[in-house]
Each structure stands twice: as C-alpha cells, then as structure tokens.
C-alpha cells in the first residue's frame, strides 16, 4: 500500500535455550496509525515491539521474517544502517522513565543526544526543539527543566521528559511499551490524552502494547491480539470490542467488562464484627501514615479498602496484622482487644488472622515443597501428627483446585495463577476466621485473575470466611466486595455498601476516581476530557 | 555532601582509634600473661617478673594503652625489645622503602588493570576475555611466593638480567633504586593487576547490564559512545572502590615479597619481629599498617562519594 | 553427564579432577609415600633418581613423599579453618540479619573495626603472642577469616529476610531459630557454597603463606608452605626443589577456583554487554 510504513512478515524470534517467543506473526503499520499490541505476560508484545527496530534483548535471537520500514529490509542493513534507524525513524518509549535515563548526564543532555549523534541538527537547534517539547508536554519552568538531574524531578514528570526524548528526532514511529501502567489511575488519564494529542498533532504511526483493553480502546485504530508468540486475532478497535471473532479475544472482553456492574448484594453486618479497627493510627517513626482509621468487617463478609498508591491502604494491613504497631487507637478481633505489636499477640491470636500477597512469587519459599509450605501452619497451630497434615494437605489442594500430586513439588515451575492456590491453601490451612487479601490479582493475568476471584469467592461462600481486600481495581470491588472503604493518603474518606458508595450522589474523591477507569468503548477519553474541559489540567 | 564526607572523616578517625585499642588488647591484654607467653613454660617466677617489670606490665591496662597511643601519635613508638633501639629510627626508613616499592607496582598495576578490565567487560564472552579470565584466575590462584621464585628462577638465575636480591639503601639513585627493585615490583604488579582486573570487569557488566544501558542503544547510539559516555561514569565509583581496596591488598602482599627477595621494607621487620616475639615492633608495625589500610578505604570511601551523581546534585 | 541441573564445561572437570586426585592422595599417603616424611635418604638436594623421583629437599630427606605427606597438613588444616570459619560467620551473619537492629549494630561494627586490620597483620601479630601451634593457627584464621564470612551470610541472609514468605513466618509466629534454619538458610545454600570454595582457596594460600614466613605450620611437620621456604636457597642453583610444592599449591587452588567459577555461572544472567544488534 502507498502510505505503508512498516511491515513486518512472519516474524520469528527464539530464546537461547530454543523457547519460540514470537511465532511467525505478521503486521502491517500505516502512517498515522496506531495499533495496539494487546495479550497477556510473556504473549511476546514488548519482544514484538523491539524488533521493529530490529533489536533482541540478550538472550533472544531474530531467527526469521522480514522487517521492512518504508519499503527497505531492516534486517539486511548493516550494523550502521540499523543504527541509524533507531531513535531516528523509530524511537521507543519504555515502560519506566526511571529505568531509561542514565542518572550521570542532565535531562537536556539527554534528551539531545539523540539529534545531535545522528547528525541530524546541531547543538543549539536542539535545545530549542527540546524547550518546545518541554512546554507542549506540560512540563514545569521548561526553560530550566532540562538542567535538571533524572533524580531530581518526579515520576510523572520523568515520564514527559522520556517522551520529548523519545520526539526530539521527529520519528515517524512510535513504539510505547506499557506507558501507563505503572501509573496511579488519576495519572494515566492525564498522560494518555497527552499522548493522543502528540500522535494527532505530529501525524505519527505508533505501536502501543499494553495488557489492558480499555486503556487501547482509548488510543488504538486497529487492536492485534496476541497469545504466547502468536496472533489470535487482528482487527477495527471496534470490532473487537463488540464482535470479538475469536474465543480467547471474547474472554478478554468479557472479564474487563465484568468489573463494570455490581454482582454482590451488599448486606448488612450481622452479629458481632470478626475484626473493628477503631480509631488507628499508624506511624513509622515520626510520619503519621494513618489517620483516625475505623473499619469492621462481619462474619462471612468482603470489605474492600481501595486507594490509589500512597492512600495507605497496605499500611493499614500491616498495622492490623501487627507487623506496624499502632500508635493509639485500638484493633479487636471477635471483640478482643489484639495487642499492638505482632510479638505481644498469642499463637491463637496470629492463626485467626491470615494474609495473601500480591506476588505470589516471593511469597512461597522457593525451597520447600507445597506439602511443607500448606502443611506447616496445620501442624504448628493444632499440634497435628504427620498423617493428619499429610491429609489435611490433600484436602486443602482439592479445596483450591490443585492435583494432589502436587504436594511432594516445588512451587518454583508453577505459573502464577497456580502460586496464587497455594498461598490461599496456605492461608485456610490455619482455619482463620479473617484473611487479608493485599492485591492478590493486580500480578496475574486478567484470565487468571479471573479465576483466583471466582475461588476466593466459592471459598467464602463455603466457609464463611470474611476478606479484607485491598486492591486499587474498582472493578473487583464491584464483583466481590459487600462494603467499601475509600482511603486517600492516610485517611479513610468513606465507607459503606459497595452499592451506595458506588453510586450517586458521590464523594467528590470517588467521583474522581471512578471516573478516571478507563471503560470498555472508545470515545471514553473524550467524553472525560469534554466533561473537565473547565478544570486545569492536574500536573504532576 | 561536605556533611558526609566529614562524617566519613570521622569514622575514619574512630576507627583508626577503635582499632588502636584492639592492636593493644590484642598484645598486652590477654587471657593469660603476655610474660608467660612470650617467655614459655620453662620460666621461673622471677624472670616471669622482671619481664613484667621491665614491660610495665604490673600497671593498669588502660593506663599502658593510653601512654603507647599518646606516644605513637607524637611519633615515640616505644624501644624494640631484641636490640634496645627506638622503633621510629628503625621504622622510618623502611616504611620510605615499602611506600617505593608499593607506589612503584600501583603506578604500573593501576592503569593496566583498570583498562584491561573495561576491555574485558566489553567484550564479554569473546576470546580476549576468555583469556583474561584464565590468566588471572591462574594468577590469583597461585601463592605470591611462587610467582616470586619463577621470576627470579627465569629473570635473575637463567638470564641474570635482575638480581635476585634487591637490597637498596639510601644512598642509590633513583634509576638504580628502580633496577633492584624491579623485580618484586613486577611481582606485585601481577598479583594486584589480577584481582584488580577481575573486579572492575565485574563493576562494568554490573552497569552494563542497567536498563539505561538499553535505552542508549535503543536511540542508536554507537556501542563505543555508549560505553564511554553511558557506562564508565556510572561505572566510576564503583571502579574507585576496587582500586582503593587493591591497594590496601598491595600492602599486605608486599610482606611476603619483601621477604623473599629480602627487601628491606617494614613488611620484612614485621615478620622478623613476629618470629622474635619483639612485641613492641609488632604493635607498632601493626598500628601503621592498619593505619595505611583505614586511610586508604577512607580515601576511597570519601572519593566514591564525590563522584556519585545523585550526592553530587542533591534534591 | 548433569551436575547440578547443568553440563559443567571442560574447565570445570578439570577443577573437579584435581580436586578428587588432591583428597585420594592426602587420605592415601601412608600407602603411597614411597618414604616416610622426616627419613633422610640421601644427601642434600640430590638431583632426581630411581629412588627419589623428584630428588631430596634440604637435609637429604625425599621430595616426592614430603609433598604426598604434605597434602594432609596443608588440605586438612585449611580445611579445618574454613568450616569453622564458616560456622562463626554464618551464625553470626543471620543472626545479624533476623535479630533486629540492635544485634545487627553490635555485631556489624565490631566486625567493621576487625576488617580494618589486614588479616595477615592481624594474624602475625596474635601469632607473635600465641606461637604457631596447629590449635592456635586453626582457630586465629577462623576468627578472622569468619569476619569475611559474616559480611556475605549477612548480605545475603538481609535479601532473604526482607522477602515476603519470611514474612509470612514471622506473622505465623515462629520462633527466630525456625526462620534461620528453615527459611533463609536453604535458600543462602547457593552464594554461601561458592564463597566456602574461595574461602578454601584463601586460607590454604593463607596457610602456605604463613608457613613459608616461618610463622605456619612448625617443622618437623610436612607442609607445602614450609617445604618452599626450607628449600628456597636452591633456587639460587637453578634447582626446582621449590618449586614443585608451590606448584602443588598453585594446582590446588586453580582447580578449585574452577569448580566455583563453573558454580557461579549456573546463576548468572547475560549482560546487557550482549544485546543482539
């Protein structure tokens, strides 16, 4: 086609131990277009993205395919000519801006380092073309802002900087890794609008790889959808969204959208609460991170506590755990008072309060065997013989939909979602009465997520446990959570069923943050952007 | 960042002072009585108190502390026992021999290592690593003596270019003083180059492998630009710290070197006054070679900090 | 053949090779010394014969037995260091790690101001005061080489105790014995390995070191250290005498500096040195 930019054919690229990591996928990008990258971790879209450039991190090796840029085969340039292609016509935005400035050189230095080694202006045309940058990002006093160090100025405003030096060349392409993911909520919409308005105004093509739907709806003429190496489906943004041909494209919808209506029934507390923190506040050393905290959870009930990073919602799991003891205040478990540090409390105290992590990872010792790590709180809290834990084990493997076999293994080969069972196992294995769930699914997959939130869910029916679920993903909250405790840096800013939280009319904070949730159609970031037309933009 | 430096000065001092006192206790405050440890079984009671007479040692232990610390700072390291002299007279010309000899293997050990390494770092996994790699694990697998005696054996024996025992004295000039002393400066000049080498390769792969690393390629820039403008400043501090920590090496390796060529540096009267039991040398010959490693770690401490960027341009 | 879920390469056969040759030789000596270790057989430095395949050292005594006879002294004692060296440091390094902050000051300045003596002047000067006997020898080295070994069990127990599943531990309520031995000490198993192999290597040149000053291993014993400086004059007449012990040294840490690089390397990532461009 005529205005054809890049084009890439069968794309084939291995790991050095022989894994296929992309699998003969194919893509066509035009001028002016962008389309996103979407899948799940280790579907091969940031390895995708860096070949354009015909880059392959170390250990990964490009086996085959053809990548044309403009008509001309990448891969048959030579070193120099791949070197020059890079950052000129095609310049790539990581997914941290910490990670992608060296913290030796200046932001300006930086940022011009890239037009001036290319040859393509001189010293002073640069800084100029850097200062205009700085200022249609938004950037605070862009004359001087260049002068600064990378360790000197904020995330948010590294991740502008990383954005005019991915623009100082002018290139036609654009290829965003993961912009916004590492960004609070209220943030990303900010930045996203930013990053449509740049792609609109400079007529670039961009590839925008991302994991979450909504987010891509936003930006995103065409979506391919990618699934371990391979394309499971390409097409409009559209059509994906609303006629998904494929089965596993369908899951993906059908999971986002699930977290946009409520399926619990909020009901009322009854009987006396499993946990009341009254009051708490927390401190580490003299920084007050708690602010006058009062939650209950009841018997058999989800209360969720969401906040955006900073609200201080984890600090409140570890003031009730003990781990941060409090300063004042009080925390009572089935109406006893717990002591405020964790050594102070008994061993029949610690059992009937159980945690689950967000990284399952590093939350399993990767040196014993599931059988130990499920086993070891049955036998340390009721004293059991071997064969009892050995059956107990068993039990709780099938409770959580794991083969029994599984017990004489090592958690280590086990992928996330699996990891995620055995945590829970682990937890129940003590017979709590309350489990403090700290975004146990923001690290999963959403497919998997899915499924860890349908067992937490069955688990609760079954054996009436309460949660105390912190997450920062409204959508959960929607589908599992009874009540709901907004926090805001340190200080709950309202509680109550899910539903009235949820619904009008709001607390100016909740509004905000509901809100700021991408939804599942494509003319969302608009109808934002047109409703806050009046405000000045929040920069941060 | 001159509020860390001088606190870093500080501790310095403190433990300069902290490990005065260990020195000390380790030689005159022990379990047991330094009189019949040194003097053995065999010694009657009244040579066992003369001795301690003539030590001092029937007075308190912080008092002799504090009289040996206060001497040692205006220069009085007490009298060696086997000949009676003061210790500064004998000391201080040796110690002018081992700082020859020692700066003579750094100023060659230094640049060598440290360029080899980053050359090694670079070309990760090619042949000149590879290389590198065997010749210094050889070297540094190898007692310091035997690599003496091979380069004596080939230099001084076979081809008798060097000789093989490099005794100066003050009266030689400096090109003669450098001839003699060539050999066990070779000596460890290689000793130290391997260990150096090994480490500043590590330092450089460890930064090489930092995701603004990738990100220099990723804008197309030129591996060897990458390297010098985005590695090696980054790359600095830790370089800085290896060097230093060698250096203090060089100081304990000269011991033996000085021993088996018989040279006559204070390494070579430490050792004589260990096997002489001659306790007031070794103290002092202790508190100056610890002396010379803490301001060399503080040194290299107080510079590490004046290259890191984020001190260097605080919030 | 798989060690340790990986090919070892070349190089580490061969490290792993002379370090099973080195302890066949050292437990079998009596059997294959062709003389005991302090019989004289002929006269001084007599150059390699029949009987003496390497020839005699300083007083007439053979060469080939007193190297065989000093593999024992020399494996054994640096041996013997390590393991206690490597009991103090890594107790004391965890402990540091898990006991709190206040155990962690005490001990990690107390170790500070040690490290700042060079452990071969720390050493001669306690030797100066204690004498060389193989008891004092053994524990002065471990004392300060555990010093060393506390700095790295301590590091890398801290990584381990920040991680959540020792969290996990702790929020159970088990006891701080239970979290050093179960918890962090099977997953420390593989830095601390690698660092007992160049410990070894240290204090076995350390030994030979010590020895070969005078200061070591006391005659009539047989050790390597002690048979280069027994035999140094020689060298003056161009004779190997020796060198074949610190050869012997030489080829016993070169093969055990291989097995540990080979060990090391399981772990390790490529750099970004590597990028495919």
Known sequence: MADELLRIDDLRITSVSGNVLVDGVSLTLKSGEVLGLIGESGAGKSTIGLSSMVYARAGCHIDGGRIGLGGVSLRELPVEGRRAVRGVRIAYIAQSAAASFNPAHTLMDQVCEMPIRHGLMKRAQARAWALELFRALDLPDPDHFGERYPHQVSGGQLQRAMTAMAMSCRPQILVLDEPTTALDVTTQIEVLALLKKLIRDYKMAALYITHDLAVVAQVADRIMVLRKGKMVELGETEQILHQPKEKYTADLVAERAAGEHFAVPSIAATGQAVLTVEHAIGAYGDVVCLHDVSISVGRGQTVAVVGESGSGKSTLARLVCGLLPRKSGDVRLHGQSLAPALKDRTREELRQVQLIYQLPDVALNPRQTIGEIIGRPVSFYFNAAPAEVAARVDELLTLVGLPTDYATRLSTALSGGQKQRICIARALAAKPDLIICDEPTSALDPLVADDILRLLKKLQDELGVAYLFITHDLGIVRRIAHRTAVMLRGALVIEGPTQAVFSPPFHPYTEKLIASVPELRTDWLESVLAHRNAAPAVVV | ?315 | MKLFGSKPPLSAWIGLTIMAVYVLVAVLAPWIAPFSESESVAGTWDPPSATSWLGTDNIGRDLLSRLIYGARMTIAVALATTVLSFLIGTTAGFLAAVGGRAVDLLLSRFVDVMLSIPLLIFALIILSVFGSSIPVLVLTIAALDSTRVFRLARAVAMNITVTEFVEVARLRGEGLWWVMRREILPNAMPPLIAEFGLRYCFNFLFVAGLSFLGLGIQPPLADWGGMVRDNAQAITFGLMAPIWPAIAIAVMTIGVNLVVDWFLSINSRPSGAMAEM
């Open chain 2, 1 to 315: 960042m001159l509020k860390i430096i001088f606190g870093r000065l500080a501790l310095g001092v403190l433990t300069l002072l902290a490990v005065s006192v260990l020195i000390f206790a380790a030689t005159e405050v022990l379990p047991g009585d330094v009189a019949s440890a040194v003097l053995g079984q065999g010694a009657t009671p009244e040579t066992l108190a003369v001795f301690r007479k003539e030590l001092g040692l029937d007075r308190p232990a912080t008092t002799r502390y504090l009289e040996w610390f206060w001497g040692a700072v205006r220069g009085d390291l007490g009298v060696s026992m086997t000949n009676k002299r003061p210790i500064l007279e004998e000391v201080a010309p040796r110690f002018r021999n081992t700082m020859f000899l020692a700066s003579f293997a750094a100023l060659i050990a230094v640049p060598l290592a440290v360029g080899l390494g980053i050359v090694s770092a670079i070309n990760e996994g090619k042949l000149v690593d590879r290389t590198a790699n065997v010749l210094t694990l050889m070297t540094i697998s190898v007692p310091e003596f035997f690599i003496a005696y091979v380069l004596i054996l080939v230099f001084a024996v076979q081809l008798d270019w060097f000789p093989s025992l490099a005794t100066v004295n003050s009266d030689m000039g400096l090109l003669e003083k450098l001839y003699v002393a060539a050999l066990p400066a070779v000596t460890l000049t290689l000793l130290v180059t391997a260990h150096m080498l090994r480490m500043t390769r590590a330092s450089v792969l460890s930064v090489m492998s930092q995701p603004y690393i990738e990100m220099a390629f990723l804008k197309g820039m030129r591996r060897t630009r990458v390297i010098i403008k985005h590695a090696l400043p980054n790359a600095a501090g830790p370089i800085i710290t290896v060097v230093a920590l060698n250096l203090a090496y060089l100081i304990v390796g000269v011991v033996v070197i000085e021993v088996v060529f018989v040279y006559p540096g204070i390494g070579q009267l430490m050792v004589d006054a260990v096997s002489k039991r001659d306790l007031p040398v070794v103290q002092a010959c202790g508190l100056i070679f610890a002396g010379a490693f803490i301001v060399l770690n503080t040194l290299a401490d107080i510079l590490a900090i004046l290259v890191n960027p984020r001190l260097r341009h605080p919030r």
